[in-house]
T-cell receptor
Framework: NAGVTQTPKFQVLKTGQSMTLQCAQD?????MSWYRQDPGMGLRLIHY???????DQGEVPNGYNVSRSTTEDFPLRLLSAAPSQTSVYFC????????????FGPGTRLTVT | AQSVTQLDSQVPVFEEAPVELRCNYS??????LFWYVQYPNQGLQLLLK??????LVKGINGFEAEFNKSQTSFHLRKPSVHISDTAEYFC????????FGKGTMLLVSP
């Protein structure tokens, strides 16, 4: 049982490049979400999904796309990277979205130059 | 809309001293409250949660928190901290989505 895995661990992009951050979980969780963590800002929700085929926007969705074709995977796409997207990105999953514990991946540290 | 305020960005404390990390929340409906801990260069893990029932909630590593509805607070406490408790602590409230506070860095020194 690997829990929540994220790849890559580190990434450097140039402004305007696109890339996909991968997230997978093996706990059969319905709910998955993406957060970004910036110093002094806590974690802010980017997008979330309550099940395969269903996604919705969080607090800071601009510049990011998601899809959920399977229960296990929830990739986050940066369409055209900007320096403001330099951050640490965490994927999380849980059985549900309100009273349930969220399990976090180890994070992806992204730098956009 | 829900929100979380962690009143201290940093709390320095000596080893074996007690500590309280403060958290206030606002929400228009019944809430579920959480404390998560983040050790350096790691993801977050759950310390404890309040869903309903007893207002005093016990978590892992000797931490506990008290839900106070009238003061809309959910402060985290530990009677005696260790060096290994040095980490960032996040309070969170869940309604439609999980909303985090900005975090409190607990710095334990010998």
């Amino acid at each position: 049982n690997a829990g929540v895995t994220q790849t890559p661990k580190f990434q450097v992009l140039k402004t305007g490049q696109s890339m996909t951050l991968q997230c997978a979980q093996d706990m059969n969780h319905e709910y998955m979400s993406w957060y970004r963590q910036d110093p002094g800002m806590g974690l802010r929700l980017i997008h979330y999904s309550v099940g395969a085929g269903i996604t919705d926007q969080g607090e800071v969705p601009n510049g990011y796309n998601v899809s959920r074709s399977t229960t296990e995977d929830f990739p986050l796409r940066l369409l055209s990277a900007a320096p403001s997207q330099t951050s640490v990105y965490f994927c999380a999953s849980s059985y549900g979205h309100d009273s349930y514990e969220q399990y976090f991946g180890p994070g992806t540290r992204l730098t956009v130059t | 809309a829900q929100s979380v305020t962690q009143l201290d960005s940093q709390v320095p404390v000596f080893e074996e001293a007690p500590v309280e990390l403060r958290c206030n929340y606002s929400s228009s409906v019944s809430v579920y409250l959480f404390w998560y801990v983040q050790y350096p260069n790691q993801g977050l893990q759950l310390l404890l949660k309040y869903l309903s029932g007893s207002t005093l909630v016990k978590g892992i590593n000797g931490f506990e928190a008290e839900f106070n509805k009238s003061q809309t607070s959910f402060h985290l406490r530990k009677p005696s901290v260790h060096i290994s408790d040095t980490a960032e602590y996040f309070c969170a409230v869940s309604d439609q989505a999980l909303t985090f506070g900005k975090g409190t860095m607990l710095l334990v020194s010998p």
